[in-house]
């Protein structure tokens, strides 16, 4: 009987041979376009520019892109860049079922090692659909005890890396890509305290994560061999990480039903546990007058206790920390309408009337939809005004979510509003216009490391 990272690897071989149908390929597109929405301000933040400056020896070196520092890295180095790049401003896409970014470590993986190989657009996309396809199952099958202590970013993503890189580097070869996913498992890492600490270290988890699946691959490709029972095995991935996994997860409508195409696109640029309860706040903030919004005294917030523990801080002293603050994104909602990158410039972050409201911001966990999590990310929301009124919205899930996805137009908007300020309008522009018709170019096409 084989093993699941041998079921996995078989459905690779088929993935391989067979065309992708045209709603995943689009959905891929989509997945690609919007991990670059999250790739250049990243760039601007101090972690990807540190990592950068303590690569300097190795950067020019090799033809992978480091997009948005106009240079290249050997694949390895590029992916940990851009990997960390894409985590660092709280843009990037989301698996709901397995509390994981995928587009993190998948693209970052498949544009390094793509590039490595001069492979087509055609092919990226490919390894782009098969790093998610495996990675989102097989963390859905571990959550949620997982996530108690592991971010899954780090830790998956490694499986998606590997995946990717494996099929670019050998496509169709089993052995290979079961030997890539074998080793990726070892190098699984990545733990919360980095959430909750002030320190840049989240960020890198994305980074290390597609990194460590192209060293995975490159290793499988040439023969070092990886444990086929990692996932499964008495001491394997599933047994140190998770309590009584649900392994079914992991092979469930694999290659028939595509999570590629459900996959959650931010609207805000923070914590995805804090989105139901923003959306609920500006749909009630639609109703108020702007000086009504000056007389809310309080917000009360009923979600699901995971919401609370990653995100109950009171008093963040930074933009990242601010970022992980429901109290704090929520605030920004009712004042101002929305929380994009403005809401964590310095200038926000000092003002006492924000403070000040924060404290009046009441939290508490609901266990019907702590019960339900992470398959519902949902919260009830009240305004309570001081003339007494009170204002209540149930948010069954968050915009961008697949009940209530992001457009095309949508995401082209998110992406000209993201890209642009780095890039420039026309720049801007040429690459979105690229990036939809990926699959007729070639990656050099793209001349990413000239922007």
């Not at 749909?283 to 007389?295: G, K, P, T, W």
Request: proline content about 4%.
């Amino acid at each position: 009987m084989p093993t699941l990272i041998e079921e996995l690897a078989d459905y690779s071989v088929r993935e391989a041979a067979r065309p992708l149908d045209e709603q995943v390929v689009h959905h891929a597109k989509r997945a690609v376009l919007d991990w670059f929405s999250a790739l250049y301000p990243g760039t601007r933040e101090p972690v990807a520019q540190r990592l950068v400056k303590a690569y300097s020896d190795e950067v020019g070196i090799g033809k992978c892109s480091i997009p948005g520092f106009a240079s290249t890295c050997l694949p390895g180095t590029a992916a940990w860049i851009n990997g960390t790049s894409s985590h660092a401003i709280e843009f990037d896409d989301i698996f709901r079922d397995a509390v994981y970014h995928p587009g993190v470590p998948t693209v970052a993986a498949a544009l390094a090692m793509g590039e490595q190989l001069n492979a087509s657009g055609s092919d990226m996309l490919k390894a782009v659909v098969i790093g998610y396809e495996i990675s989102t199952r097989i963390g859905a099958a571990v959550q949620p005890s997982h996530y108690r202590f592991f971010h899954t970013t780090g830790t998956i993503g490694c499986f998606a890396s590997a995946a990717a890189a494996a099929f670019l580097l050998a496509p169709g070869d089993r052995k290979v890509m079961v030997n890539a996913l074998g080793t990726a498992g070892s190098f699984a890492s990545g733990l919360q305290q980095a959430f909750r600490s002030e320190c840049m270290t989240k960020a890198l988890h994305g980074g290390h994560a597609a990194s460590a699946g192209i060293t995975a691959a490159r290793a499988a490709a040439a023969g070092v061999t990886g444990a086929v029972d990692m996932l499964e095995g008495e001491v394997g991935f599933g047994a140190a990480m998770s309590n009584d996994p649900q392994w079914s997860k992991a092979v469930a409508g694999l290659g028939e039903i595509y999570n590629i195409t459900r996959i959650t696109q931010k609207t805000h640029g923070c914590c995805g546990h804090t989105f139901a309860a923003i959306d609920a706040v500006q749909l009630l903030r639609e109703q108020l007058s702007a000086d009504e919004r000056e007389q809310v005294q309080r917000i009360e917030v009923d979600t699901y206790q995971v919401a609370l523990d990653v995100t109950g801080n009171y008093e963040p002293e930074l933009a990242y920390q601010a970022k992980f603050s429901l109290p704090y994104v929520l605030v920004q909602a009712l004042r101002y309408g929305s929380v994009r990158l403005a809401a964590f410039s310095s200038e926000r972050l000092a003002e006492q009337h924000t403070r000040d409201m924060m404290q009046r911001v009441v939290l508490r966990a609901d266990a019907e939809l702590t019960r339900q999590f992470p398959g519902v990310r949902a919260a009830r929301v009240k305004l309570i005004l001081s003339d007494g009124r009170e204002l209540e919205h149930f948010a069954p899930y968050r915009k961008g979510d697949p009940e209530a996805p992001m457009s095309d137009t949508e995401l082209d908007d998110k992406f000209a509003e993201l890209v642009a300020p780095i890039l420039g309008e026309q720049a801007m522009g040429k690459l979105r216009g690229q990036l939809w018709r990926l699959d007729e170019l070639q990656l050099k096409d793209l001349g990413l490391a000239a922007l």
